[in-house]
Structure formats: C-alpha cells, structure tokens
C-alpha cells in the first residue's frame, strides 16, 4: 500500500503508486513477461474533484503500475471523504514505536490525499465487475443461481463445489462492493443474491462511496485488463470485484454502541412493529450481577459506600418496574431518565433497539466480555424509524428484519469510552479465535493476514473518538503487527456480516451505518505472506552475516598467527613418556644485570618461549595472579571469607551438583549451557556479550545450573561475571516462581585455576562450584586445591582429556570430585577433536570405569567441547557410553531466545539439529 497528500492529484497517484510498486517482491530478470498485479484498489479524495477531471485516475495508475512485468491486470476504486492508508516501516525511520510493526496507518478525515494498494493473488481467481439498479434481479431465491449471475456479469466465478465436482470442497469466495450512495436501496438484493448464488459459501466486505462535500459527486473506478473496453470512471451503480480460491477472510464490526437499562422480551409485535416488551428477570438478574462484581473491581477508592448503594437500589426499583408489561415507547421514556445527560440526550435524537440474534446470557450478559471472548455482538442495532404515539409502539426500517414474539431486545446508545473498549475487546476476541482456531485446526499453521481493510462511516474517526486521528487504524496495527498493507475509507456505510459468528441467515450480510468493519485477508492455504519490513530485514541480515563472516575469518587468521608466535614454532610440543604436556612454569627472572656508573639495570635476555597453548596459558595466568596478589593479598581474601561465613549479605555457595542430578533422573541427560564471551578456536560467540541477558535467556529455558568462563586470557571474561550471573539468575528465578519461588541456578567459575588465592575470590565472587583443569596440574596440586575448594564449600570439577588425567582423578578422596567433565580439547594448541572421538574413547575406557568404581555411579560424568555442533547423533552416542549430560557453550551461545529452550531440551532429548 502507497499514500501520497500531494496536492496535485497526478503527481499522488504516481507517488502512492509508487510506495505500493516497492512493497511487492522484485521480480527477477527470468520473470519479468509473467509477474503481474492482479488487483489494484485505488481510493481517492473527492477534494481532487474541483481540480481534475476524475477519468485520469485510472489510466494514471495503470501508466505507474505498467513499469512491474505484465502491469495490473484488474482494478477497483472510489472517491472518499477521508482516506485510511498505510506506509510501509522499511520506509520509515527503525525506532520508536513503530519498528516492531510492519506497516504505519494512515488516516485522513476531510483532506486531499490517495492510497493505492497492490495485490500478488496466485491461486485466486479475480473478477470485476458493475451493475446498475436495473441489472440486480428482486427476485433472490426465485431464479436460478446461473441466470442470476449471468445477470450481473459474475458468470465466470464458480457458484459451488457442485459445480467443480462432486468430490471437491465448498470453494472460497469473497466480493468488495463500492457501490454509489445512489445504489444504497439495491444492495440489500445485491449481497442477498450474492449469498445465495454462492451456497453461502462467500464473504461480501466493503463501503459505500463518500464524499467531503455534498456539493460533490462520489465516483467509481474499474479496470479490467481481459476487457479493452473496460476502463472506466463512473457515476452511479456498484463496482466491484470477486475474489475465488487461495482466499481466507475474516471479519467484524465496531458499532459503538453502549448498552443501557435492562434485557427485555418482546411480546406483542407486527412484521418489524415492536409493541410491547417485557423485563427478562432471569437474564436482567445475571446482566446486574455481573456489574455489580465489575463496579466492584473498578470502584472508584473516593466514591462513598452510601452513593454505591444508592445507585443499586435506583437500578433495582427501575427494574421491578419494567417487569410490568407496558409498550415500549413507555419503556424508553422511563430508561431515558436513569441515563446520563449525554446518554439522555442522544436517545432524545436516536432510539437505538438491538434484537438477540442468537445465544443466551449464559457464561458473559457483558457485551464487552463477550466480544473479548471472541464470540461476537449479540445483538444487531436497529435505529427506529417511526413511532407510533397512540399505541406506544415503534417501527424499525422497512425489510431490515421481521420481529418475532419471545426476542430478547435492549437499548443502546452511542458512546465514544465504550467505543474505544468496543474496539479493543473485538480484537482480543479476535486473537483468541485464530489462537483456538490453531490449537484445534490439527497441525494447521495460524492465521496470518496478508493485508487488512479498515471501512468506517464519515460519523467516526475524530468526530466520534476525539483526540489525535488514527485511533482505529492504529488499533488494527497493534493488534496485528505483522500485517504489511493496512487501507481502505470513510464511506457512508460499511457492508458485511458482524463477525464471523453471524451465519443466521443470508440477511447477515447488511449494510451498516455508523460503524467500522475491519477485514483480514491472507491465505486459505497458509501460503508465506510477503512482507516488505522482513525483505528489508532479511537483506540487512544477509549483509550482517557476510560482514561478520568477514571478521571472522580475520580473527581465524590472526588467531593461528598468535597461536603460531606463543608457540614459538610450528613444532610438536614436548611430552612426558605418559603422553601428558611437558609443562614448565614461568621464568621469573628473565634478564642480565647491567651496572653503568652507578645505577644499575636490568636487560632482558631472550625470553622464553611457551613450547604449547596451555603452557603459554599457564604462564599468562600466573602474571594476572601476582598483579591480583600485590593488590589484594591472600590473607586478606582469607579474612574476607571468614567474615562472608556469618555475614546475610554476602553470597553463600550452594550445591550445584544436586539439580544436575534431578535433571539427569527427570530427564536422562542434563544439559548446562556456558556463559562465554569468545573462544580460542572460534574467536567472539556473540557480536555484543551481555552475561546478563544470556544469564536471563538461560533461566527462561529451564537450566538446572550455569557454567561462567571468567577467564580473561583466552575467553575475554571477567571475575565480575559471576557475580552479575548469580544475581541475574537469582532476580529471573524469582520473577518466574511466583508466591512459590523457584531455584535459581547454581555458578561453576570455570577458569584456568593454579592457586588457591583464585578459589577465594571465587567463593567472594558468588561461585558454587569451580572447574579444575587436571592437565595443567601435578597431583599434588590437584590434591592440595580440592581439599582448599571443600574448606570454602566449593565443590570441584574435574576436567580430562586423557587417560593419565582420569587415573590422577581416581586418586583424590572419595567425596572430593562432584562431577568428571571429559573434554573434546587438545591442551597442546586448545583446538577441539571435531569428531568428537576423544570424548568417546575416554568414557569406553578402562580408566573411567576404575574412576567410576571408586567414586561411584552417582558422580556425574559430563562432556565438554562442541557437543552442540557436531553433526550426526553425537548425544545419543555419548550418552549410550556412559555420559550424563554436557556442558554447551559454542553450540548455543549465538542462539536466540526463542531458539534456546528448543536447543536445550533437543540436547537433553537427543535430536536436536545441528548448527551449520
């Protein structure tokens, strides 16, 4: 959809056009002879009329519209009082309120403007056509459906699924009618005979043809490309266009009516004479209940309890007097008085009588609540047309309905407060229709609108709202934000169904005044709805991906060049006769002394070179310790934690090991994900790290515990992570729980841990369980920090990439290792075993089931290392050799939100699909 408020009427029909022309898809250069527009829908300001002479609106838009393949093949239109339009948020700046919306409405009451919409339509069959007065037959039911179609130029549209074959489905129909305000007494035949020409099968949308003035003429516009002759600006009659096959409409009516006094019965009428009317008791009761609960929830706190009372009892003796039979003139006059001015004074103008269409009080008397519920207006509004003053009766429209005894009936009036929660309320029930629509349509994807169509009479807008224009278009926008093409105008009447719901008879479909009908229409078939916002987003996307592919091969090369230059050499790296790294710690003293004069320097002799990753690791992390040590020393860190011991304030460790114990009996295979901002391998996991936010989204997927890399060497964290994630996982956790609370996950501080001095600050941190690298670990040490770690609480990890490495494990105290994490990393470059084999070979091997045999069945085992990227069924093989879950970082670290939990719980389930 396109809008242009140019002055110059050509010159919006080309801008219009061409907003529209950018909302389709490019047509390629293979499909330029067969891509064609299959409807256009062009709505134009009467203003224009005094100006230019309204027959160059048609070819003015085919001459725009010519420029996409084939051009546009049909075309439908009409002059307006006021415009309602779209434009495109592609087009508009990507902020504020409207960049989660596909579209921005429009509205214009009362000015120049245009809007033209474009319409793709595969698999619809489109057909305009124009009918007179005179071309309508009167006779609806009495002739047949073939001669009656034949009549008003609709003999190609298929009437039924009789007529395609026996076997097919009833076929979907719809028709927009623009009919001239001359027309307005033939489209009673004319949705009549629609309905009844089609089974009933068919949806009838539209609005009568406006103006601004009454000085001015409504006109119509046609075009269709099958016939030459047809292009056409015209004066009287009704165009309009049939739309068949791939084609799902939905839609419903605001009619701003607010229902007043009591539900009655009638019990005397005469074709659509209502003579006397009778109060419901039965339905009245429930109807004065249920207010009385809602005044109850929206009491004003400085309203007294005496006013209340009073205001009930008023209503209550109302009511004991309407229960007496009496004409239902008297009636009005008697509820006219319990009114507000404002209310009293637009019944003095209007009497408003709605009559049950169907349905009982039942479950919601609200009229509100029951839109809200999604099912619909119960009553249709008739305004009365005449009264009679001897008898005391009233008559509404001629035709528009035959009153039978027994229908319940209540007055209405218009009120805009009420209106506004009209409109909210029919959206809620609209939403909650295509929701259960979905839930019971047996696999069927949801509803998705591919444009919508906003009709409204010249009464609304701001003369009924009030405030800043837009409120109802805006509403449409809010509700269905992925709707690309929002359009449609002011008429002098809207034309369809209520709602959905309203199949009572082929009298359904009416004409309205003094409301807003708002239609859906998208693809019966569920067929991809193209949205210009998302094409935009989906090429910035790819543009995005190609940049950071960039990057990454950037930092892939810098990375092997670092790797290259710690190692000094492209050598393989010394070992042990056990296969294990032959680790060396740092030098220290590192230069010769230097005396010149009398001041003495130190000059550095060639440095020492790391013969591997870890080793250069090992010795980075031993500097970050000192600098730490000459700020805070270990007996102060001591004394910290003592005094953490007996202060509420200060974080306590929990048990870590314990959920991921009941997530491996709940559900077989435990799955913690890994807070990291980068990796040596693969350089940065998420172009901006906020271990809060992946905190939140990792909570929000139901993880049982978390692992935090602070390491700032290799992993770019920090020690201040931790802290952020125990919080942040503490705050969601609880948010989430409600009254009952919920656990918040437990911290592993995974780092590269040397000293004891680092468990402290952990423990101080808010760590619950820490990660030790056996291989870079003599036994001693590996003793000596398990033993520190059970002091502070901290319960230890064991990480292992060999054989060696499980039998130190085996060593340690039965109670010291919470959990043995089998690693996929080469220690000697810190690359990874893409295969997976290694985590493999090490749960099958003999080591392993003698560190089982010690410790038990009940110390978890867990596998780290692109777990969540290797291809094939990786998880279900690790678990068959004996895994208990995975610790996951890379694999779903770039994921998001939405992705999370279905990763997590394919891991745990053992078909989730790899990353490419």
């Known amino acids: 959809t396109g809008y242009s408020a140019k002055e110059n009427l050509l010159e919006a029909i080309q801008q219009a056009t061409d907003q ?16 064609k527009i299959d409807l256009a829908i062009v709505t134009i300001s009467s203003l224009y009329d005094g100006q230019f002479s309204p027959s160059v609106v048609v070819p003015a838009v085919l001459s725009s519209g010519n420029v996409y393949g084939q051009g546009i093949q049909n075309l439908v239109g009409c002059t307006a009082g006021g415009i309602v339009s779209s434009l495109a948020t592609n087009s508009l700046p990507c902020s504020g309120p409207t960049a989660a919306k596909a579209c921005q409405p429009v509205e214009n009451e009362g000015l120049p403007g245009v809007s033209v919409t474009l319409a793709l339509l595969p698999d619809v069959k489109v057909k305009t056509f124009h009918v007179l007065s005179d071309d309508v037959p009167d ?12 009549a008003v130029g609709l ?7 009789e007529e395609a074959s026996e076997d097919s489905s009833p076929i979907n129909t719809a028709f927009m009618l623009l009919p001239s305000p001359a027309f307005q007494p033939d489209l009673e035949n004319l949705m009549g005979g629609l309905t009844y020409s089609f089974d009933g099968n068919v949806k009838i949308l539209g609005g009568i043809a406006s103006t601004v003035s009454s000085l001015s003429r409504a006109r119509l516009f046609r075009f269709d490309a099958s016939d030459p002759t047809c292009s056409a600006t015209l004066g009287d009659g009704c165009v309009g266009v049939g739309l068949q096959g791939d084609i799902e409409v939905k839609q419903m009516v605001a009619l701003g009516t607010k229902p007043v006094g009591g539900i009655y019965r009638v019990l005397s009428c005469v074709d659509s004479t209502i003579q006397v009317i009778q109060l419901d008791d039965v339905a009245t009761q429930e109807l004065q209940e249920y207010e009385e609960e809602q005044e109850a929830e929206e009491e004003d706190d400085d309203e007294e309890e005496g006013q209340v009372q009073d205001k009930r009892a008023q209503m209550a003796a109302a009511y004991a007097k309407a229960a007496i039979p009496k004409p239902i003139l008297a009636e009005t006059n008697f509820v006219m008085r319990t009114l507000s001015d404002d209310d009293q004074a637009f019944m003095r103008k209007a009497i408003l009588v709605g009559l049950e269409r169907g349905g009982s009080v039942g479950r919601t008397p609200s009229e509100l609540a029951r839109l809200a519920e999604g099912r619909g207006h119960r009553f249709v509004i008739h305004q009365v047309a005449s009264a009679g003053m001897k008898d005391g009766s009233v008559t509404l429209p001629l035709g528009s309905v035959k009153v039978q005894p027994g229908t319940r009936m209540r007055f209405f009036v218009r009120e805009p407060n009420h209106g506004k929660k009209e409109v909210g309320a029919l959206w809620m029930g609209y939403m909650k229709r295509v929701l259960e629509e979905t839930m019971l349509g047996g696999g069927k994807e949801m509803f998705s609108p591919a444009a919508a169509f906003m009709y409204t009479t010249l009464d609304r807008g701001t003369k009924f709202f009030g405030g800043k224009p837009g409120f109802e278009s805006r509403s449409v926008s809010e509700y269905v934000p992925s709707v690309p093409s929002i359009s449609g105008f002011f008429s002098n009447g809207v034309l369809g169904k209520l709602d959905d719901e309203d199949v009572s008879s082929n009298l359904a479909n009416q004409v309205h005044g003094s409301a807003s009908s708002y239609v ?58 056990n296969g294990e790294l032959l680790l060396k710690r740092r030098e220290v003293q590192s230069g010769r002394a230097m005396t010149v004069s009398t001041v003495e320097w130190s000059v550095a002799d060639k440095t020492a070179v790391p013969t591997s990753t870890l080793e250069g690791f090992m010795w980075d992390k031993e500097t970050e310790v000192d600098r730490f040590r000459e700020r805070v020393p270990l007996s102060n860190l001591v004394s910290q934690c003592r005094l953490s011991v007996s202060d509420p304030t200060l974080p306590k460790p929990r048990d870590w090991i314990g959920p991921v114990r009941e997530e491996i009996l709940s559900k077989g295979f435990a799955v913690i994900p890994e807070c990291k901002r980068s990796d040596p391998t693969t350089g940065a996991l998420r172009k901006r790290y906020d271990v809060g936010k992946l905190v939140k989204q990792y909570v929000k997927a139901g993880a049982s515990a978390l692992s935090v890399n602070c390491d700032a060497v290799l992993y770019g964290g920090k020690l201040e992570d931790i802290t952020v994630a125990r919080n942040t996982a503490s705050s969601v956790a609880a948010d989430l729980g409600g009254e009952e609370g919920l656990a918040a996950p437990p911290i592993l501080a995974s780092d590269l841990i040397l000293y004891p001095y680092q468990l402290y600050k952990f423990s101080l941190a808010g760590a619950d369980a820490i990660n030790l690298v056996a291989g870079a670990l003599t036994s ?17 990890l064991v990480c292992v990439t060999s054989t060696f490495q499980i039998d130190e494990a085996t060593k340690l105290s039965k109670g010291t290792v919470s959990a043995l994490v089998v690693s996929n990393r080469e220690l000697e470059d810190f690359t990874f075993d893409t295969s997976g084999r290694q985590a493999l070979e090490l749960l099958r091997s003999e ?17 780290e290392g692109q777990v969540g990227l290797i291809e094939g069924s990786y998880v279900e093989e690790i678990k068959s050799a004996g895994a208990n879950g995975a610790i996951v970082g890379s694999g779903i670290a770039a994921d998001s939100s939405d992705e999370t939990r279905a990763k997590l719980d394919g891991l745990r389930e053992m078909s989730w699909a790899p990353v490419s």
């Open 20 to 35: 529209a022309l950018g909302g389709l898809p490019v047509v390629p250069d293979d499909n330029v002879g067969v891509a």
């Open 520 to 577: 859906l229409i998208g693809s019966a078939s569920r067929r991809p709805i193209y949205s210009p916002a998302q094409a935009a987003a989906e090429r910035e996307e790819a543009l995005r991906k190609k940049e950071d592919e960039a990057a990454r091969n950037a930092e892939e090369s810098k990375r092997d060049s670092r790797t290259k230059s710690l190692m000094g050499l492209d050598a393989k790296a010394p070992r042990q006769p």
């Open 780 to 796: 001693k040490d590996l003793l000596y920090l398990t033993k520190i770690a059970s002091s502070l609480k901290l319960q230890a």
């Open 139 to 150: 006779d609806v039911g009495r002739v047949e459906p073939a001669v009656w179609k034949r």
């Open 847 to 863: 080591a392993l089931a003698a560190f089982r045999e010690k410790h038990g069945n009940d110390v978890p085992i867990l596998v």
């Open 155 to 161: 003999s190609d549209l298929t009437q039924s699924a």
